[in-house]
């Protein structure tokens, strides 16, 4: 992860849960109080967000000392202790929050991908993620993915021409949005995949004769017509399937022999993994 977007992350969160101090920990603890906590998973996933969590407390408090015992990517069950910090209660307890949320949740996501990735086993097709995140979490979501096993699609509007059935709407139509993009491209210098939306096998046909396109998503096609596009594209192209992709069809669609599948649900239909924050004798 980009090291300046997540200290700009972080701080903007730790700004938003304590605000002007933890009025709590200041009432009831004094001030220079040490102790100890570990961080307990109370039910089976994939661990995500310990790296984060790391740079939480050192951006909170250097002195701390967090101590993983597993890692990012471990399997693990209810029972396990996924890391000990130690230190200023303060420290800990200001940060007990925001570090659950993002683990919880990284750990959900990572979980999720797992799920869809072991669907595919043997197979050559890849899980890709969207760009439906949520706002400001992105960074974190999308490496959560990663770390399940999936990979990532573009990180958003910058990185990477998609062109979706409201572009080619709006350009007027598919040859129209395609020669516009290679012109942009051109004029500007900038040097980025281009990715277009087919809808019907008529699409992929009049995409294929246009040409200048690196990649080509299948948007809610049935499994029939994913089969006779990819005969259509196969050596041409690279080929996506998405829309209405859960993890009863995942492996039909891959099957049919595309290159990636990409899951808006891995970031936006995730169940956090639950987990819990304690104290222990210090």
Do not use: W
């Not at 909170?60 to 996924?82: E, Q, W, Y």
């Not at 750990?107 to 999720?112: E, K, R, Y």
């Not at 500007?188 to 998503?217: F, N, P, Q, W």
């Amino acid at each position: 992860m980009e090291s300046n977007s997540l200290e700009i992350l972080i701080s903007s969160a730790l700004k938003e849960d304590i605000g002007e101090g933890d009025h709590t920990t200041l009432a009831c603890i004094p001030e220079n109080t040490k102790g100890k906590a570990h961080l307990i998973i109370n039910e089976e996933g994939i661990l995500a967000g310990l790296e984060v969590a790391e740079k939480i407390y050192k951006i909170i408090d250097p002195d701390v000392n967090f101590k993983t015992i597993l890692k990012d990517g471990s399997r693990v069950k209810k029972g396990d202790i996924a890391f000990n910090i130690t230190g200023k209660v303060h420290s800990i307890l200001k940060t007990e929050r925001l570090v659950l949320n993002i683990i919880q949740r990284m750990s959900g996501i990572a979980t999720q991908t797992d799920k869809f990735v072991s669907k595919l086993k043997g197979l050559k097709t890849r899980i890709l993620d969207t760009r439906k995140t949520t706002p400001g979490m992105r960074l974190l979501e999308k490496e959560a993915v990663r770390i399940g096993g999936g990979e990532n699609h573009r990180f958003g509007l910058y990185d990477m021409i998609l062109i979706k059935d409201n572009h080619i709407d709006f350009a007027g139509g598919i040859k129209n949005a395609i020669i516009r993009t290679s012109e942009y491209l051109k004029k500007t210098g900038i040097t980025i995949k281009v990715e277009i939306e087919a809808r019907t096998i008529k699409d992929v046909k009049e995409i294929i004769s246009t040409g200048m396109v690196d990649l080509i998503m299948l948007d809610n096609f049935s499994i029939q017509d994913t089969k006779e596009a990819v005969k259509i594209v196969r050596g041409k192209y690279k080929i996506e399937s998405s829309g209405r992709i859960n993890l009863e069809n995942v492996r039909d669609y891959a099957e049919c022999g595309v290159d990636y599948i990409s899951v808006g649900a891995l970031t936006h239909q995730f169940k956090s993994l639950d987990m819990s924050m304690k104290a222990v004798k210090y």
